[in-house]
């Protein structure tokens, strides 16, 4: 251990007797190993890392598949049928965002908010922090109105105060009973959906338009396969329910089917191509980088030869003076993957704001 930590301040005062070779050899690795750890993190958490649901892989997003659209709005009578009528599913959930005027609690405010069916947050295995799921027999037009919250807006608004369940909110003039708390983990970043501060009941919507068979105003819809069921039985078993539908409403479904694709994969969407161009570009980068130290260390080390003579002449054996040179390699990758950790830190930060 003596002769180890005797290694360690030797590799030390040398390269502190070469303080340009030092800087320029630890500028390179750092630079090499930050890119490549904060593009890694980024590939690893879109790509390669589950989405943050139970059985996750059995989510499925679901789309209207018109002639001019493959990923279109679905009518809530549709939404019904196929929620009905399909055979593949565990469970069909449907969600639109909107924008709700508070009242009650300070000055108003327009908050944003999501309508989704009853079994949206069961759909996507989220259990609320507090009180209970949207009761399906009051999501129906004339329904008695109830509202989950954000963790945040029961933090804000409310204090966080353990009775909530039951308390009221005033949104577009209607009282709203609260019967649960969205826990502040869920995220769910797709098209047409927002992570917002009020969930309330889609089928309680009383817009005329909204409950017509070719309207669909911007409501999609997420599922959860059956245990066993692939994702090409879920598509053959949309397709028969479709075509039923465009027999009987031939007006607005004739040339209407349903998209069924993986939830990551419409959440990742046209970016996947991007990351793995941009993490085998910063691969090489960081080849390069390693042969650039590399011949930076072997100039060196003939600029040594005068030196490790000299220890061989004193009795110091081939060995010894590997380790040593072993040694001094080791203190520079340290160096280097320290910095590199802490640019790939700001890095990682810096991508995610263009890469949302």
């Not at 030092?22 to 750092?30: D, E, G, K, P, R």
Request: contains cysteine; aromatic residues 10%; positive net charge.
């Amino acid at each position: 251990m003596e002769a180890f930590w005797s290694d360690v301040k030797f590799g030390v005062r040398m390269l502190l007797r070469s303080p340009g070779f030092a800087f320029v050899a630890i500028l390179t690795l750092s630079l090499g190993i930050g890119a490549n750890t904060a593009l890694f993190s980024l590939v690893n958490g879109i790509l390669l890392a589950p989405l943050r649901f139970p059985q996750a892989d059995r989510l499925v997003a679901l789309y209207q598949h018109k002639p001019e659209f493959k990923y279109s709005s679905i009518s809530y009578p549709n939404f019904l049928d196929w929620q009905r009528d399909n055979q593949t599913f565990q469970s069909l959930a449907a969600f639109r965002p909107d924008d709700f005027s508070l009242t009650g609690l300070g000055e108003p405010q327009r908050i944003n908010g999501v309508m989704v069916s009853a079994n949206f947050f069961p759909t996507l295995g989220v259990n609320p922090v507090i009180g209970r799921d949207f009761d399906p027999q009051q999501d129906v037009l004339g329904g008695k109105p109830e509202v989950m919250i954000s963790a945040g807006m029961w933090k804000s608004k409310f204090g966080a105060m353990p009775d909530i369940v039951g308390k009221s909110l005033t949104l577009n003039g209607t009282d709203y009973t609260i019967v649960g708390v969205v826990p502040a983990s869920f995220h769910l970043f797709m098209q047409n959906f927002r992570t917002s501060d009020i969930y309330v009941p889609v089928g309680q919507w009383n817009d005329v338009i909204f409950h017509q068979r070719d309207v669909g105003m911007g409501m999609n819809a997420v599922a959860r396969l059956k245990p066993g069921v692939s994702l090409e039985q879920a598509r053959a078993d949309m397709e028969r329910v479709t075509q039923h539908l465009a027999a009987a409403y031939p007006d607005a479904n004739s040339k209407t089917s349903a998209t069924v694709v993986p939830l990551k994969d419409k959440i990742v969407g046209d970016v996947r191509p991007y990351l793995l161009v941009l993490l085998a570009a910063v691969f090489f980068v960081l080849l390069i980088a390693c042969v650039n130290v590399a011949n930076l260390q072997l100039a060196r080390a003939m600029q040594r030869a005068r030196e490790f003579a000299i220890r061989a002449a004193l009795g110091a054996g081939r060995l010894r003076v590997i380790r040593q040179l072993l040694t001094e390699s080791v203190l520079l990758s340290l160096c280097g993957g320290g910095l590199g950790l802490f640019l790939a830190s700001w890095g990682t930060q810096g991508a995610l704001g263009f890469l949302p």
